[in-house]
């Protein structure tokens, strides 16, 4: 059957293989309560196809940490001091 959530993880090539090993094992876990549908995409292009709204990722991997940084600034730029997400309320 079709899941009841659906999470959409964007991640760079070089974690391809990892995140689908991974995102494998957790969807069987699951049983159709919530699958995450991972999808490859550089780094690069998932910031901006982010910002732009085209794509609406839960999750991103990125291929180096300092891109969730320039993705926070370039969204506050383009949102007027937005916050794209808060990171502390993750880490509580």
């Given at each position: 059957?079709?899941?009841?959530?659906?999470?959409?993880?964007?991640?760079?090539?070089?974690?391809?293989?990892?995140?689908?090993?991974?995102?494998?094992?957790?969807?069987?876990?699951?049983?159709?309560?919530?699958?995450?549908?991972?999808?490859?995409?550089?780094?690069?292009?998932?910031?901006?196809?982010?910002?732009?709204?085209?794509?609406?990722?839960?999750?991103?991997?990125?291929?180096n940490?300092?891109?969730?940084?320039?993705?926070?600034?370039?969204?506050?730029?383009?949102n007027?001091?937005?916050?794209?997400?808060?990171?502390?309320?993750?880490?509580?």
């Open positions: 059957g079709k899941a009841q959530g659906k999470v959409l993880l964007i991640v760079s090539p070089d974690k391809k293989d990892w995140a689908n090993q991974h995102v494998s094992r957790f969807n069987l876990a699951s049983k159709g309560k919530m699958a995450v549908e991972v999808r490859e995409m550089e780094t690069r292009t998932a910031l901006h196809e982010i910002l732009s709204g085209k794509i609406k990722p839960v999750l991103w991997a990125p291929d940490s300092l891109w969730v940084t320039r993705l926070e600034e370039a969204w506050a730029e383009k007027k001091e937005a916050k794209l997400f808060d990171v502390g309320s993750v880490r509580d």
